[in-house]
């Protein structure tokens, strides 16, 4: 029987919320045999700080590079703001991104036809979108130097960030972006600001040599600004989406309400070596502790798991398969609830998600 091993590091907000309902489906997968499945817990953000004074303890990076896949919760809260950009709990996220190396995050925005009417956007609009967003994760005006705030001689205070890209580092991410396009609808739309930024026109002359190596992929290039308008106006003309961070943040936070939800978006950051799996909205700490935080972004980021790093993708079909079916019967959190469904809590929804993959294995 194989075995692997997993740190779940809940975070903060609603994090443990949206864990413990993951957790649930990892045990049912463990309890189910063919798999043995060793999970431990570890401490990232906010609660970490609270607890060892950093937001990513030494022991957390030693636990993330021994086992096989990390899956994280959220980080952040409006307790922590205070503090210094250095410890506060999203730093801890940055840093294990960073440390582990995971440069490509994909972040997959499919709409399930169940939540058609749940976005903000027309129907029409909206029906058919299934785009793979490929974040550039560990590198650009993330990272780069200098960076901070400093006091000039005037008093006046002068802020800078720095965006920073080398050739290696598009090559990777462009690399990735054209394997999964490959495996999709082989047309790969890579977004830039060539138009006014150097270190993004050097973006897109290394995308467009490294496309030379994926002949079957249709590349296309877009400015960030008219691809923040295309995403809205007609979101079928994507297939796979490539970008550095920052745009990758904020895109994918757009591509989100494609589907309905920002909680419905899992993701995946992968590094040479290591794989965390995360939803891709935060700790939402206006509604921590109440039970209402759809744990489906967990749920399908565990899916993402097996798939791509467990070497289980069978098992990840059965889960996408079970929360079909949940959307199916009209469950609903509150941030995909629409008159006619049925409004349910976190737990109610996890539990639901349980009870369609025991059936789906009869
Ligand atoms: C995300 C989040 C993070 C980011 C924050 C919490 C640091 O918005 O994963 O998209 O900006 O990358
Ligand atoms: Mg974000």
Request: proline share 5%; glycine share 10%; hydrophobic share 45%.
């Amino acid at each position: 029987m194989s075995k692997k091993s997993i740190l779940l590091l809940p975070g903060d907000g609603i994090g443990p919320e949206i864990m413990a309902e993951a957790r649930k489906i990892l045990e049912w997968v463990a309890s189910r045999g063919g798999v043995a499945l060793h999970m431990e817990e570890g401490l990232i953000g906010g609660i970490a700080y609270d607890q060892t004074g950093h937001p990513l303890p030494e022991e957390t990076l030693t636990q993330a590079r021994r086992v096989d896949a990390v899956l994280l919760g959220a980080v952040g809260g409006p307790k922590w703001e205070p503090l210094p950009y250095e410890v506060r709990p999203e730093r801890g996220l940055l840093g294990i991104r960073k440390s582990l190396d995971l440069f490509c995050n994909l972040r997959p925005a499919k709409l399930f036809p169940q939540l058609v009417e749940a976005s903000t956007l027309k129907r029409e609009v909206v029906e058919g979108t299934d785009i793979m967003v490929v974040r550039e994760l560990s590198s650009g005006i993330y990272f780069g130097e200098p960076r901070g705030v400093t006091t000039l001689a005037n008093g006046e205070k002068r802020g800078v960030n720095t965006l920073v890209y080398t050739t290696r580092e598009i090559e990777r991410i462009a690399r990735s972006a054209f394997q999964v396009a490959a495996t999709r609808q082989k047309k790969l739309c890579s977004v830039d600001k060539a138009n006014v930024l150097e270190v993004t026109e050097l973006w897109r002359e290394v995308v467009t040599a490294v496309g030379k190596e994926f002949p079957d992929v249709a590349l296309s290039h877009m400015y960030v600004d008219n691809a923040a308008m295309q995403l809205i106006r007609n979101p079928r003309q994507f297939d796979v989406i490539v970008t550095t961070n920052m745009f990758g943040d904020i895109l994918s936070d757009e591509a989100s309400m494609l589907t309905g939800s920002i909680g419905m978006l899992s993701s995946a950051s992968l590094g040479e070596q290591y794989a965390l799996y995360e939803p891709i909205h935060g700790s939402a700490p206006d509604i921590a502790g109440k039970g209402v935080a759809n744990p489906l972004a967990t749920i399908l980021s565990v899916a993402m798991m097996f798939r791509h790093t467990l070497g289980l993708p069978e098992m990840a079909d059965r889960i996408e398969l079970a929360v079909n079916r949940v959307l199916d019967r009209g469950l609903r959190t509150p941030d995909i609830f629409q008159p006619g469904t049925q409004k349910v809590g976190t737990v109610a929804m996890g539990d639901a998600v349980l009870a369609a993959l025991s059936e789906s294995l009869l």
